[in-house]
């Protein structure tokens, strides 16, 4: 039976609106593609694939999103062209290699590339 999904959000709960629309903006290299209400921002990162910025102080901070890439390290200088700096690169040899870095409200961003060949 074929899958009736065809898309996926990402939601990243925040405290101040502002300030992580900007954050993304930069790690994401782009402004939001859609504003679609007051207090919420989205970016399309890959067909059918969004993160999507929003208020809500009560959540903020306890959110993870893992985005897989081709290379990482090509994405490590992209977010260091935009001032942000990943963790250190962790690998599991044959499966993954990952950097993370956490959004000003401590939402976790996961950079994944799949070196699982």
């Known amino acids: 039976m074929k899958s009736n999904i065809n898309s996926v959000v990402s939601v990243l709960p925040v405290k101040d609106y502002s300030a992580a629309v900007a954050w993304y ?3 994401l290299g782009r402004e939001a593609d859609l ?3 007051e207090g919420v921002a989205e970016w399309q990162i890959a067909d059918g694939a969004w993160i999507q910025v929003c208020l809500d102080t009560e959540r903020a901070g306890y959110t993870t999103v893992v985005v897989v890439v081709d290379d990482l390290e090509a994405q490590r200088g992209v977010c260091s062209q935009a001032g942000i700096e990943l963790d250190e690169t962790q690998e599991y040899p044959g499966v993954i ?3 993370e870095i956490c959004d ?3 939402n ?3 950079f994944v590339q799949d070196i699982s060949g």
């Open 108 to 110: 976790k961003v996961s």
């Open 97 to 99: 290699r990952m950097a």
């Open 25 to 27: 903006a930069r790690l």
């Open 104 to 106: 000003p409200d401590g």
């Open 35 to 37: 504003v679609p209400v």
